[in-house]
């Protein structure tokens, strides 16, 4: 992780931490990485073996499956990271614990691990194409997309306006027939760039405050479990909000009105 500032309450420190930094190593965690067609064979398993082909070449709504069809599968995956989280948030927590020598690092990268499982999954339901077939963890692809989700999780100003304008179909339909209403790569990469500072800053304030949960004995690892209980299922759900807008109520005015609202975004805005 890269320092560039540092907030200190009594003895602790936390440096700036860099959401890129966090997110090539995050990729590198074991299971963080979602393949695909096997998530995808997994969630529609009870389906006949036609539908789950077009599925897996189209996508489950360019192949049908239903809007409250898709929610359901996509609520239950929040619901179970939710409680793996929090579980292991808990554990991590506690002082003198397994990973009591890099505790608030460990902590903050299994959330973020957490974090990058589900907006996977949520996003492989909703129609996006493999995230990992042509490129390595660290590829700007996978990272740029990765980051606007990230943002949308978290709330992060200009990130679901970001994330709807590049996955929705007639958002990319409109990008070819009316070229000056595209989503340009300089307003594309200044906001990634500006959403991952945001998500930077975010993230060293949640490591902070985790960590000072930790010197409360006994307690800081229930502490530690409940912060990310109550965070993690309404990222999930933002991000569900989002991707379904975006292939189920996406209209060519919705999308004229996000691309209007991320151009006229400063960094100052994106908070």
Same mark, same amino acid.
């Given at each position: ?41 997994? $969630?529609?398993?009870?389906?006949? $073996? ?35 989280? /929090?579980? +292991? ?24 691990? +957490? ?45 679901? /306006? ?11 339909? +409109? ?27 975010? +993230? ?61 975004? /400063? ?5």
């Amino acid at each position: 992780m890269t320092a560039n500032t540092s907030t200190t309450a009594g003895n602790h420190v936390t440096r700036q931490i860099e959401f890129n930094d966090v997110l090539v190593n995050a990729l590198k965690v074991p299971g963080v990485k979602i393949d695909r067609d096997s998530f995808l064979r997994n $969630q529609f398993k009870t389906k006949p $073996q036609e539908f789950v082909k077009d599925i897996l070449s189209e996508g489950p709504v360019a192949a049908g499956a239903s809007q409250d069809e898709l929610r359901t599968l996509a609520r239950k995956i929040v619901d179970t990271t939710t409680l793996q989280s /929090s579980g +292991m948030s808990f554990l991590t927590g506690l002082p003198g614990g397994f990973t009591m020598a890099a505790t608030i690092p460990a902590d903050i990268a299994q959330f973020y691990a +957490m974090d990058l499982r589900m907006a996977q999954q949520i996003a492989y339901i909703y129609g996006e194409p493999d995230l990992f077939r042509n490129g390595l963890p660290d590829d700007d692809l996978v990272r740029n997309q990765l980051t606007v989700f990230c943002g949308v999780m978290f709330g992060v100003a200009g990130a679901a /306006s970001l994330a709807r304008a590049a996955t929705a179909k007639i958002a990319k339909q +409109m990008m070819i027939s009316l070229p000056k209403k595209a989503l340009t790569k300089t307003l594309y990469y200044r906001l990634i760039k500006s959403i991952a500072k945001v998500l930077g800053v975010k +993230m060293t304030k949640q490591v902070f405050a985790r960590g000072v949960s930790k010197f409360i004995p006994l307690l800081g690892g229930a502490l530690s479990g409940g912060m990310t209980y109550a965070m993690m299922r309404p990222m999930g759900n933002r991000l569900i909000d989002a991707l379904e807008t975006a292939h189920f109520a996406y209209t060519e005015e919705f999308f004229k009105e996000d691309l209007s609202n991320l151009e006229s975004l /400063s960094d100052e805005d994106l908070q």
